[in-house]
């Protein structure tokens, strides 16, 4: 299996931005539509945003619509979600992974805290 690692959180202020990145370790991920998913404490890994394979066509949650874009260079191995207008119901674990995910395991993510 692929292995991938993302990177890019940090803790950053209400209304800032961050760029996040999912490097895969080993052979490309083209082909195969992938996606950011995150996880806040006492809740539910939920879907944030997924592209399509050649990157063609992307899709948001409800509650990120118009503030994240989700990118991909499969020539780089690596997937973007780049995060505008962040709000502090945005902190959380930030994952990437097929989607819908695989049966692999989750990595380690990337914390993203946005404060008031």
């Known amino acids: 299996q692929v292995q991938l690692v993302e990177s890019g959180g940090g803790l950053v202020q209400a209304g800032g931005s961050l760029r996040l990145s999912c490097a895969a370790s080993g052979r490309a991920f083209t082909n195969y539509a992938m996606g950011w998913y995150r996880q806040a404490p006492g809740k539910e890994r939920e879907f944030v945003a997924a592209?399509?394979?050649?990157?063609?066509?992307?899709y948001y949650a409800d509650s990120v619509k118009g503030r994240f874009t989700i990118s991909r260079d499969n020539a780089k191995n690596t997937v973007y979600l780049q995060m505008d207008s962040l709000k502090p119901e945005d902190t959380a674990v930030y994952y990437c992974?097929?989607?819908?995910?695989?049966?692999?395991?989750w990595g380690q993510g990337t914390q993203v805290t946005v404060s008031s």
């Open positions: 592209i399509s394979w050649i990157g063609d066509r992307s």
């Open positions: 992974n097929r989607h819908p995910p695989g049966s692999g395991a």
